[in-house]
Nanobody
Framework: QVQLVESGGRLVQTGDSLKLSCIVS????????MGWFRQAPGKEREFVAG????????YYADSVEARFTISRDNAQNTVFLQMDSLQPEDTAVYYC?????????????????????WGQGTQVAVSS
């Protein structure tokens, strides 16, 4: 059984940086991709960033590209989300997900239905 635990969320000011972590436990043999999603109050969960496990190719939502970076540390079984130039509209609960999808390319990383495992979320709040 794969389990994920996110951490690192907190209250920051506009323009600040923050790094979220997602520690993974369990067998990752079937995992093909990892991603970050977020859900703001009153809104649906949306895609933020994703990475293919096989080759590290990444895919980002337009709203965060050039500001956010997804990365991983295989030795520590951890997925990171580095967030720079944070804006109030980045305020949300951020979720880490893992996928066992066999799809090709990177576009599938943005599809919530492709993910099999989720963490409990970590709150990020950006004050103006």
């Amino acid at each position: 059984q794969v389990q994920l635990v996110e951490s690192g969320g907190r209250l920051v000011q506009t323009g600040d940086s923050l790094k979220l972590s997602c520690i993974v436990s369990g067998d990752m043999y079937r995992i093909s991709g990892m991603g970050w999603f977020r859900q703001a109050p009153g809104k649906e969960r949306e895609f933020v960033a994703g990475m293919r496990k096989s080759d590290g190719r990444t895919y980002y939502a337009d709203s965060v590209e050039a500001r956010f970076t997804i990365s991983r540390d295989n030795a520590q079984n951890t997925v990171f989300l580095q967030m720079d130039s944070l804006q109030p509209e980045d305020t949300a609960v951020y979720y880490c997900g893992l996928s066992e999808s066999t799809a090709y390319g990177v576009l599938w990383l943005s599809q919530q239905g492709k993910y099999d495992y989720w963490g409990q979320g970590t709150q990020v709040a950006v004050s103006s």
